[in-house]
């Protein structure tokens, strides 16, 4: 509660009184009249929330005998509800008054009401009206909604610039303030290029000859060569304008690399600048001849990955790890010396540990996963003895609570959720690879086998991707996989894609930026650094930048956009 709404809650007996005296017209010494209405109340109370109405009626300027006060530009409507605020400190706020309000009290100097539509407007922050609450911050100074609704706008740029109506009516101005900034949330440039289509064919006669102005805010260097020859370059109002071959010849020589002239490199070349990443994939530990402390973090628009390893840092292998809520969680695992039952959390802005609450269980290599505000570990091993005992974690309380064990012990397991329910794939028993699945229902507090996957996996990955559960690599008895099977949950069924170009075991998986990722782990020859990518649309496997440097047994998850996101991107 606020301050000032606590003053009124202790003051309430008094403004009952006020109010019953305003509504009665008694002792009434001011007349407000907006549109020819007449509205009678107390200068006192009036003042009371506004500095407007104290510079009015007692400032030397103003006519200390004069009772009646017109507020032109201001609705009757508004100036009831102004009024009933001043005395009851409250205000009902809709879609279709907020606007209005927010003026009238912008304009009569209501703190509390244009704090109260703020709030209301943040709430209803959308992909339909965040370009208009973008220039309602502006206009009223209203810094944090104009902030919160442009980072909104560039998160969401795609779907803004695909289907807001809003969006046709920016400024040449605030278009190119939009689509030059690195924090744009675009992972294909033709989506920058398409905006400004749209936005010109909207008023063709005034903004065609801005094309030139706004094609360069375009990264058109980091498009498909042959997407930009067929689509741009080809484009009659590029054809068009005499200023934008310059543009396109600059753009090919970047492409074909044909500029001798001390080349720029990507980060300082508008053409070819990364934008920033939406979400950065954080892979912490691992081991390499040893277990390590390092921390690497994925930039997946400049396809680099970036060291921020800190000393304090303590080794850690075998660990489960996930996102929630702002914080990175690091569970079990083997610091170097034991297996280990603890759970340090790391904040990605401040960049610090935290000892939480540890687990019942001593476990290596576990399974994690984050359901419904709760954290779940599954299996894993003490000592190489597989367990089937599972706990959940309540990051409120900081407890962890023992629930229904698994059907099977699961060591190197892999887990993931789907629709409100977990799926924990294959493992080792202690004898041998499994291929059973198991899915968990926290509505019935329920273990089930359901399909088994086709082959017998353990150290594999586990993530879902477009919907659907994927299983990917891992060991069958001593043989290295590079297969990958996915779950329809529709069917009940597994079926084979595409396998990686490499066999991999005890890796990190994740889905950044609409792509599947595979990074690090055994190839069955060696521990490696080698990282690639599984892109459903096309069903291919792609080459992505390696890691920093080989491990296996560390573990990874997706953080998502922060206000220090920049701190775990490549230097730009």
């Known amino acids: 509660m606020m301050a000032h709404d606590m003053e009124r809650v202790l003051m309430s007996p008094a403004f009952e009184v006020f109010n019953k005296l305003r509504l009665a017209g008694q002792l009434c010494d001011v007349v407000l009249i907006a549109d020819g209405v007449q509205f009678n109340a107390h200068r006192v109370i009036l003042?009371?929330?506004?500095?407007?109405?104290?510079?009015?009626?007692?400032?030397?300027?103003?006519?200390?005998?004069?009772?009646?006060?017109?507020?032109?530009?201001?609705?009757?409507?508004?100036?009831?509800?102004?009024?009933?605020?001043?005395?009851?400190?409250?205000?009902?706020?809709?879609?279709?008054?907020?606007?209005?309000?927010?003026?009238?009290?912008d304009y009569l100097s209501v703190l509390g009401i244009v704090q109260r539509c703020c709030d209301f407007l943040h709430e209803h922050l959308c992909l339909d009206n965040c370009v208009g609450l973008v220039k309602i911050g502006d206009v009223y100074c209203l810094k944090e909604l104009h902030q919160s609704a442009f980072k909104f706008l560039l998160k969401n740029f795609k779907e803004v610039a695909i289907n807001s109506n809003e969006?046709?009516?920016?400024?040449?101005?605030?278009?190119?303030?939009?689509?030059?900034?690195?924090?744009?949330?675009?992972?294909?440039?033709?989506?920058?290029?398409?905006?400004?289509?749209?936005?010109?064919?909207?008023?063709?006669a005034t903004r065609e000859a801005h094309i030139s102005v706004l094609l360069p805010k375009v990264r058109m260097a980091r498009m498909d060569p042959e997407y930009f020859m067929k689509i741009v370059k080809k484009n009659d109002l590029v054809k068009a304008?005499?200023?934008?071959?310059?543009i396109i010849s600059d753009v090919m020589k970047v492409i074909y690399d044909l500029d001798d002239e001390s080349p720029l490199s990507d980060f300082e070349n508008p053409l070819i600048?990364?934008?920033?990443?939406?979400?950065?994939?954080?892979?912490?530990?691992?081991?390499?001849?040893g277990t390590t402390n390092c921390i690497d973090a994925y930039d997946t628009r400049a396809d680099r990955w970036v060291d921020i390893t800190q000393e304090e840092q303590s080794n850690l292998a075998g660990h489960g790890m996930v996102y929630h809520n702002g914080f990175v969680y690091c569970i079990g695992g083997f610091d170097g010396q034991h297996f280990i039952n603890s759970v340090r959390r790391y904040d990605p802005i401040t960049r610090e540990w935290q000892q939480m609450a540890p687990m019942h269980w001593h476990r290596c290599n576990v399974s994690v996963v984050v359901l419904d505000g709760f954290i779940y570990a599954m299996g894993g091993h003490i000592v190489f003895r597989p367990l089937n005992k599972v706990e959940?974690?309540?990051?409120?309380?900081?407890?962890?609570?023992?629930?229904?064990?698994?059907?099977?012990?699961?060591?190197?397991?892999?887990?993931?959720?789907?629709?409100?329910?977990?799926?924990?794939?294959?493992?080792?028993?202690?004898?041998?690879?499994?291929?059973?699945?198991?899915?968990?229902?926290?509505?019935?507090?329920?273990?089930?086998?359901?399909?088994?996957m086709s082959t017998p996996r353990h150290s594999l990955g586990v993530t879902v991707y477009k919907g659907k559960i994927y299983a990917v690599g891992g060991i069958n008895r001593s043989d290295h996989l590079q297969t990958m099977e996915v779950?329809?949950?529709?069917?009940?069924?597994?079926?084979?894609?595409?396998?990686?170009?490499?066999?991999?075991?005890?890796?990190?998986?994740?889905?950044?930026?609409?792509?599947?990722?595979?990074?690090?782990?055994?190839?069955?020859?060696?521990?490696?650094?080698?990282?690639?990518?599984?892109?459903?649309?096309?069903?291919?496997?792609?080459?992505?930048?390696?890691?920093?440097?080989?491990?296996?047994?560390?573990?990874?998850?997706?953080?998502?956009?922060?206000?220090?996101?920049?701190?775990?991107?490549?230097?730009?």
């Open 47 to 105: 003042c009371g929330c506004s500095s407007y109405f104290q510079a009015l009626f007692t400032t030397g300027w103003s006519d200390s005998g004069k009772r009646e006060y017109q507020l032109p530009g201001i609705s009757p409507e508004t100036l009831r509800q102004v009024i009933e605020y001043a005395y009851t400190y409250s205000v009902v706020i809709t879609a279709h008054n907020v606007e209005n309000l927010l003026a009238a009290a």
């Open 167 to 204: 969006f046709l009516e920016l400024t040449l101005e605030e278009l190119c303030d939009i689509m030059e900034r690195d924090e744009l949330n675009v992972r294909e440039e033709d989506v920058v290029f398409h905006a400004i289509l749209r936005w010109i064919e909207h008023d063709p």
């Open 241 to 246: 304008n005499a200023a934008c071959r310059r």
């Open 273 to 289: 600048r990364p934008r920033l990443p939406s979400d950065v994939l954080l892979a912490v530990g691992g081991w390499n001849m």
């Open 392 to 452: 959940r974690y309540n990051p409120v309380t900081n407890e962890w609570t023992q629930i229904e064990p698994m059907n099977e012990r699961r060591s190197d397991a892999s887990a993931t959720t789907l629709n409100g329910k977990i799926y924990i794939c294959g493992g080792h028993s202690g004898t041998e690879s499994l291929s059973t699945v198991e899915c968990f229902d926290p509505l019935t507090n329920e273990w089930s086998l359901i399909t088994p």
């Open 487 to 572: 779950y329809d949950h529709t069917t009940n069924r597994w079926h084979a894609v595409a396998p990686m170009s490499t066999p991999r075991s005890e890796f990190g998986i994740a889905v950044v930026d609409d792509l599947l990722f595979v990074m690090g782990g055994h190839d069955g020859f060696r521990v490696t650094n080698k990282v690639e990518c599984y892109d459903a649309g096309t069903g291919s496997w792609y080459r992505a930048q390696d890691m920093t440097r080989p491990r296996k047994h560390f573990s990874c998850c997706v953080v998502p956009a922060h206000p220090r996101i920049i701190q775990y991107a490549s230097p730009r």
